[in-house]
């Protein structure tokens, strides 16, 4: 989308919209700040995980040897946490919020579950980062027996997953909004049909992670 300033009007609903002046599609202004705001989510998520590569780098090298071991493993924790979940996740979902509004050149049907859905995410990747940091979850990209962590470590494994379940819930739910109100003919976008395909693969991948999360949490706290 294109930076250059476009006056916004009001459409049917209540909602407001402008239209790119580089792709002449309609934004909705919903639509556009739950993009924005998880895209830049996912761009700290990199940078945190990054960090934490280029720490574990300089401990790897033997004549640099930067980290004690604890820390090392600590980090390792970290990078693996923000890279393989928070990064890829956030922008997937800002992907999933653009795909079934802007390119069907479509309203938000769902603004107020989205906000729900990312502050979860942000609850849940922020509280993992503060709980690894803290010493309370050196237990590397794992969730299994017998290495446990805090339950926070846990808890916020689950909010971030919930988070991210009910954000692909609100790009099904933009699907069949558009679809209903006509705002395009025939088959949907090959963009947004790969978009379609990520959001069922995301869904079956987060069901996956809960079944092992979930009773490893009960297991944390002693039950």
């Known amino acids: 989308m294109a930076t250059i300033s476009t006056p ?23 639509a556009e700040t739950l993009i924005i705001v998880n895209a830049v989510s996912a761009v700290v998520c990199l940078l945190l995980g990054g960090t934490a590569a280029l720490l574990i780098a300089l401990t790897r090298w033997q004549v640099v040897h930067l980290l004690p071991a604890d820390w090392f493993y600590r980090l390792l924790t970290a990078h693996g946490i923000d890279m393989l979940i928070g990064w890829i996740v956030f922008f997937e979902i800002a992907g999933l919020h653009f795909g079934s509004t802007v390119l069907l050149n479509a309203r938000h049907a769902a603004p107020k579950l989205a906000w729900v859905a990312f502050a979860l995410m942000v609850i849940g990747a922020l509280t993992v980062n503060v709980i690894v940091l803290m010493g309370q979850g050196d237990v590397m990209f794992t969730a299994y027996v017998p290495i446990k962590a805090h339950p926070l470590f846990y808890l916020s494994y689950i909010f971030f997953a919930v988070g991210a379940l009910l954000g692909v819930a609100t790009f099904f739910v933009n699907l069949v909004v558009a679809k209903r109100e006509k705002r395009y003919e025939g088959s949907m ?12 693969l995301a869904v079956y991948t987060l069901l996956q992670g809960a079944l092992a999360v979930v009773p490893a949490f009960f297991w944390s706290l002693g039950w």
């Open 8 to 30: 916004w009007f009001q459409a049917a609903r209540g909602s407001y919209y402008r239209t790119c002046p580089v792709t002449t599609l309609k934004v909705d202004s919903a």
């Open 189 to 200: 976008p090959l963009v947004v049909f790969g978009l379609m395909t990520a959001a069922i």
